[in-house]
């Protein structure tokens, strides 16, 4: 049926109706004092729901930009650096900072396992690091990480602990300046809830004696400039407008359910999701005790063609599902369950995804995973 | 979860993303050539969405409105008319010709079941009458009546045959011309996938005859203004542009899958709900020979307050059914598959429904609802 599409790929993801009526709104100047105040209200709530009593700067570019402000404002070349890679986004964070000239140390989990604790313990022990770099949901695997864990750890150091919380803010729980993150960067269009083209960056008094020295070039990327314009109640560039129009109704609409809601909501559809799959005879890459509440990785039969199966998910009833990357390519299917999403799109995913399977001969029982996830929402053994 | 509807009542019933969007274009004028031009592209697709070689005349108000003006033009105090009564929508239109002065002779079916065409046959050899009133299908009770059969029957009379199409085109075959309808009247917010405000209306040459010597007053329902306008590329009165615009995307998208594949559609998401409901122990209130392909009313268990059903489906997934009108109050749910509706929605309509059913005591095995929609769509037997 035309124009009935369930996008559940780990982002972009769906954006409800009022967030995209608010960002239907006018244009305002940027340098407006109307536009000074929507400035000031959103960072009020987006320091709620980072932990932080410092300013989470609004970036107009999308996340892996807000990791570059990470790594630009911090690293210069030739530190040595600690990545913590747990999957394809773990790596990306290293390789920005290889870009700045950082000499990168990788502690590298299996995919689908998360950051071994143990291990960081021993190379911060073993040397000086400028910077540890970690993944809060890896989305490549389906897997949280521990960044209380690490940030204990961290604190410990004179490192700087840099999260990407691209894929998890809003929609797993962060505790910024409790768990020791010196900068957090996060995007819009994932547990956010608004489209693409915007990154939102904290960044300790830790992080700040660091970021003033730091000799690598940059700009747009700034702190400093961007500290400075936010003291002024404005943006060191010009801002995507609409989109800060449908940040505020996407908050809105968080703070309403309540954040911790919002949390417990995620958790609970990522359960029901393992549990259907399971019930379908499949397994999940990521083992239950980390597996990411925003997003889950299925793991294909041998028997099945993963990326035919996604074909007949798209042409068949609108379902998108994302693929694997790297070494998981045409091995997993990637069901997101973050941001606008509700237990209906987890039976919608679950239902054609059973279907698909059944129509490919694999010995799918119809039914069985979509018992399972009522199972899991009705609380029934 | 806020803002995550799944509206499954009988009208209005959702509208597609394009259609909006066509919607919030700005206004012209409607007398300008550009809205001739648009009025025109429009006659001639709903012209062969009824099958009929007449004007099919777009009129702003809703269902009732376009019953009303199928009578005003053709009923005068003290004509005998025949009702076809399935249920509460045929009550109305009933009602509608007794405001108008006439003498009502009604065949009421039992509700759940559809017109005897043998009863028709019989009362049609009896009398003459002026009139005769059909529901295509019957909102209330999710009966689809034999219009073909009804109007081989009058087609033998001098009575125009008057047809409230109202919750039918779009969604199910007619043949207008060829069935012999003398006025069919349909509306918007149903099949149409457009919000209601819009009525549409066709009249054929048997009853122009009547509709010109009609003495029930009438100015905004009559038809004779109507078609004069018509003849000018105009409407009589100001027409509501926005939804005229939607018309054009709605009508853009039943072409484009295909009238014969649009009626398929409807059928197999009737045929699966059926089957789902059934397979949850539960039964329709129409049988299968006569259920309608837009509307399925299902029998609300006694052990179970049907309309604390509803509220919790409403309340806890956000899937919003009708319950019965008149001797049907909470007895029955009514699940509409009518417009922009898939199968991924049965899988909604269904699932929710298995769980609150689960919630409440009643003795549903979760899942099987479910599977018995799936092997519908999958074709399994």
Chains 1, 2 share one sequence.
């Not at 980072?50 to 530190?79: C, K, M, Q």
């Not at 990168?104 to 040397?127: F, I, K, M, N």
């Not at 559809?269 to 980390?290: H, N, Q, Y």
């Amino acid at each position: 049926m035309q124009d009935k599409s369930y996008l559940m790929i780990p982002g972009p993801t769906p954006v409800p109706p009022r967030v995209m009526a608010a960002m239907s709104r006018p244009m305002t100047g940027h340098r407006s004092e109307e536009f000074a105040a929507l400035l000031e209200r959103l960072e009020e709530r987006l320091g709620t729901l980072f932990g932080t009593e410092n300013p989470v700067f609004i970036l107009t570019n999308s996340g892996t930009g807000g990791l570059e402000t990470a790594i630009a404002n911090t690293v210069s070349p030739g530190d040595r650096v600690l990545a913590l890679v747990t999957g394809n986004f773990g790596e990306r964070f290293a390789n920005i900072a290889r870009a700045y000239g950082a000499t990168v140390v990788e502690a590298a989990s299996p995919w689908g396992e998360p950051v071994d604790l143990a291990e960081v313990g021993r190379l911060l022990a073993r040397e000086d690091f400028k910077c540890v770099l970690a993944t809060h949901n890896e989305t490549s695997t389906g897997v949280a990480n521990d960044i209380a864990g690490i940030g204990r750890l961290v604190a410990g150091s004179d490192a700087l602990l840099l999260v990407d919380g691209v894929s998890s803010i809003g929609g797993m729980e962060i505790r910024v300046d409790e768990w020791g993150v010196d900068i957090l960067g996060t995007a819009s269009q994932k547990a956010f809830m608004l489209p693409p083209g915007l990154a939102f960056v904290s960044v300790s008094e830790k992080a700040w004696a660091r970021v003033e020295q730091n000799r690598s070039p940059r700009f747009y990327f700034s702190l400093p400039a961007h500290r400075k314009s936010l003291l002024n109640r404005n943006t060191a560039y010009t801002p995507a407008v609409s989109l800060f129009y449908g940040l505020e109704a996407a908050l809105d609409m968080i703070f309403t359910e309540g954040p911790a809601n919002v949390y417990q909501r995620h958790i609970l559809l990522g359960r029901a999701v393992r549990s259907a799959v399971r019930a379908m005879g499949l397994a999940t890459l990521a083992g239950d005790a980390w597996a990411s509440p925003t997003v889950t990785a299925i793991c294909a039969p041998d028997s099945v063609a993963a990326d035919d199966i996604r074909q007949d998910l798209r042409n068949l009833w609108g379902v998108v599902l994302a693929g694997g990357q790297g070494g998981l390519k045409g091995k997993i299917w990637r069901m997101a369950h973050m941001g606008f999403a509700g237990q209906m799109d987890v039976l919608t995913g679950i239902g054609a995804l059973e279907m698909a399977l059944y129509r490919k001969g694999y010995p799918v029982s119809l039914g069985r995973g979509l018992a399972a996830a009522e199972k899991v929402f009705l609380e029934v053994e």
